[in-house]
């Protein structure tokens, strides 16, 4: 099944729901980051989660999630544009522990980024609820955004360590509410059988849509095909090795006479010779 995103709205606009599969980009960016287990599972349920978040997004548009917590996984980051392209990366991919709130820490913090076209992006924080990846983002969608949110997402590992399957929900609640389409859905995702088992099944995120909506007078909108890709070029390196500032780039070049920076998502290194960076100072 290839990785994508559908969308459905119920009950005459009151009742937004998507679902994904993310599998192939799960894993096209997890072999990227080195990741262990653990760092794995976290990073595929937030990339689900950026996805998912972001599902509403206009030409040009841009959303990103960032976790940050105590714990050894110290930092996790997924971003999604409106074209379906998701990228991501965690602090520290080998990190080990037993459970992804484990991984993360009890304590830290969500960021949800909106870049929206508009002068300024809009930025939402709030603390981490459980450190349970779809727990925190329905919460901050719910306390936040004001829009009531329930999420689901799953990763299941394959025997060699590599991603089987991951994917998720979202189903949210738009003014004014329908409270008895509202129970009937949570009532549902109460008895709904695993997300990975699901997915392992082959069920498609348009059926997953119609089961989470079963008794709900539902219709379905377009889908989005969603894969790996990273923003970064040289010139985008270029600019944040001007942003350091004229002295900065001075200290470079006399005590190093060279530098490497390496994009943080899709570990493209670029260099810079002595030549050059005497022209990023110059350039001042």
């Known amino acids: 099944m290839h990785d994508?995103?559908?969308?459905?709205?119920?009950?005459?606009?009151?009742?937004?729901?998507?679902?994904?599969?993310?599998?192939k980009l799960a894993n096209d960016i997890c072999f990227l980051q080195g990741t262990s287990p653990i760092a794995s599972i976290a990073?595929?349920?937030?990339?689900?989660?950026?996805?998912?978040?972001?599902?509403?997004?206009?030409q040009g548009q841009r959303t990103a999630i960032k976790f940050e917590g105590g714990g050894p996984?110290?930092?996790?980051?997924?971003?999604?544009?409106?074209?379906?392209?998701?990228?991501?990366?965690?602090?520290?991919?080998?990190?080990?522990?037993?459970?992804?709130?484990a991984a993360l820490g009890r304590a830290g913090f969500l960021?949800?980024?909106?870049?929206?076209?508009?002068?300024?992006?809009?930025?939402?924080?709030?603390?981490?609820?459980?450190?349970?990846?779809?727990?925190?983002?329905?919460?901050?969608?719910t306390d936040s955004e004001q829009i009531p949110s329930a999420m689901g997402l799953g990763v299941s590992l394959a025997d060699d360590g590599q991603i089987a399957v991951s994917g998720g929900f979202l189903i949210q609640s738009l003014?004014?509410?329908?409270?008895a389409a509202v129970d009937q859905?949570?009532?549902?995702?109460?008895?709904?059988?695993?997300?990975?088992?699901?997915?392992?099944?082959?069920?498609?995120?348009?059926?997953?849509?119609?089961?989470?909506l079963e008794g709900v007078e539902h219709h379905p909108l377009e889908s989005t095909d969603l894969f790996f890709r990273c923003g970064c070029s040289r010139d985008k390196v270029e600019r944040a090795m001007l942003s350091l500032g004229k002295a900065e780039l001075e200290r470079m070049v006399e005590e190093q006479g060279e530098a490497s920076v390496t994009c943080e998502f899709c570990k493209q290194q670029y260099r810079f010779e002595r030549s050059e960076l005497e022209a990023l100072s110059r350039s001042y």
């Open 4 to 23: 994508h995103i559908a969308r459905a709205m119920a009950v005459k606009g009151k009742i937004r729901a998507v679902a994904c599969v993310t599998t």
């Open 43 to 58: 990073l595929g349920r937030a990339l689900s989660g950026a996805a998912l978040v972001g599902s509403t997004l206009k």
């Open 73 to 101: 996984l110290k930092k996790l980051i997924a971003e999604v544009e409106w074209d379906g392209a998701i990228r991501g990366t965690v602090a520290v991919p080998d990190a080990v522990a037993e459970s992804v709130p």
């Open 111 to 141: 960021t949800v980024t909106r870049d929206l076209g508009m002068k300024d992006p809009y930025t939402g924080m709030v603390q981490l609820y459980t450190s349970e990846i779809a727990e925190d983002l329905a919460y901050y969608l």
């Open 175 to 179: 003014p004014p509410s329908d409270e």
């Open 185 to 212: 859905i949570m009532t549902t995702i109460s008895k709904l059988p695993p997300l990975t088992t699901l997915l392992k099944d082959g069920t498609t995120p348009q059926q997953l849509l119609d089961i989470l």
